[in-house]
């Protein structure tokens, strides 16, 4: 819907789960079930009538499941909002009141009323048939939707204004807030605001080695403490590390330590 993203889901199901990189921000409605997002060691868990605003340039994984009392239905609408349509929004708004909640954070968790619910069910049957609707209605539709929940939010109408100050971020801080995620060198540098070349420069410049280096050897060094520390199999620590293929962990994590991960698992703790 050129370049308005909107999404419905509704299905059945006793849980799904995946990993999510935002080129855009994320504004999601949870109608039924529950949505839960991790981000680094934040865990945002929205319940039924919540919605959820997620910043773009992140990474994060989602859990999503119906609930038992309702036949495990998962209900969900999704908006993917450029930084052009909340820049209209911001400049329509005006003056931003006052807030005590000032602190900028990546991910956060609100709640719906019932005026909030009913403007969401009216909006189903323009995503049921985005071919039949003109761009610019949706346009207008997604700004009433925003103003519905300004108008009823300050905190909200808030984080909304601060979307339009992207500032270059910290190479240090998008690493450590991805450290675990299977994310790609030229994911690393979106989410820090520069080009590949840039970030590599920048990274060689701080760690004085390469990206592909240090961030193997701290996930390997992730991998042994959690071996040594806790009940995960070889292939959950795998996984839970950010590598993708259990063999290649595998040698990976010989050739650094000098033994295979699972003689490590299966060793005496001391």
């Not at 700004?143 to 909200?156: H, T, V």
Request: proline letters at 4%; a neutral charge; glycine letters at 4%.
């Amino acid at each position: 819907m050129n370049g308005l993203t909107a999404i419905e889901s509704c299905t059945r199901t006793t849980g799904a789960a995946g990993t999510l990189f935002l080129e855009d921000h994320m504004l999601l409605f949870v109608l039924e079930g529950k949505y839960t997002v991790r981000f680094g060691a934040e865990v945002h868990t929205v319940h039924k009538h919540e919605m959820v605003l997620v910043h773009k340039s992140i990474a994060i994984h989602y859990e999503k499941s119906g609930e038992p009392d309702s036949d495990y239905v998962l209900n969900y609408m999704m908006f993917l909002l450029k930084d052009e349509l909340i820049n209209e929004f911001i400049q329509l708004a005006g003056s931003i009141p006052p807030t005590a909640a000032a602190i900028q954070a990546p991910v956060s968790v609100h709640t719906m009323d019932a005026a909030l619910f009913s403007y969401l069910e009216s909006l189903k049957p323009y995503l049921h048939e985005p071919g039949r609707i003109r761009d610019g209605l949706v346009k207008v539709k997604l700004l009433e939707l925003l103003f519905g929940i300004a108008e009823r939010n300050d905190i909200f109408l808030f984080e909304l204004s601060q979307m339009k100050r992207q500032a270059r971020k910290s190479i240090k801080d998008v690493i450590e807030a991805n450290i675990t995620n299977p994310v790609s060198l030229n994911d690393l540098a979106y989410l820090s605001g520069r080009s590949l070349s840039s970030f590599k420069r920048d990274f060689q410049a701080i760690y004085n080695t390469s990206p592909l280096q240090w961030i193997r050897n701290r996930r390997l060094d992730l991998a042994k403490d959690m071996l040594i520390c806790s009940s995960l199999s070889v292939t959950e620590v795998c996984f839970r590390t950010g590598f993708e293929n259990v063999s290649h962990f595998s040698k990976m994590f010989k050739l650094k330590f000098g033994c295979s991960p699972s003689s490590l698992k299966q060793s005496p703790k001391v």
